[in-house]
């Protein structure tokens, strides 16, 4: 991978046709260009009422990331894409949400893979190419509705130094 601070935005239109097909099972896609936390984003949706289940929000930039244990995620450079996803766990045993950033990790790895990059999952939520961290995956409980929100930021333009 290398540097390119000048690539083009993503293109949610055509995100949004691919992401919210009918086989897709989501349902929303949102794309900012900044944001503090799309994690914090959803959970805060979920707050106000708002059903995230099948919600989709990326953005290219995050500002107060965040990861396990509450540690804080900074230095996040331009070139990541932070990306989360609501889950709805109706019927779905609680015992097993906890599955779900182990399930996000497997995910993100076939991606890359789809891309012909390898990746590998290192236990319990960071994804690796070459060695080096990529990716971090953290998911909460949102409240009041039965719903988890699994995020993962993906540097996705950053330089072997950067990494």
Known sequence: MTADTHRAPMDATALRTKITAATSGWRRLDVVETTGSTNADLVARAAAGEDIGGAVLLAEHQTAGRGRGGRVWSGVPRGSIAMSVGVSTAGVDEQNWALLPLLTGVAVVEALDEVGVAGSLKWPNDV???????????????????????GSGLHVASGAAES
């Open 128 to 150: 690796l190419v070459d060695g080096a961290k990529i990716a971090g995956i953290l998911a909460e409980v949102a409240s009041p509705q039965r719903a988890v929100v699994a």
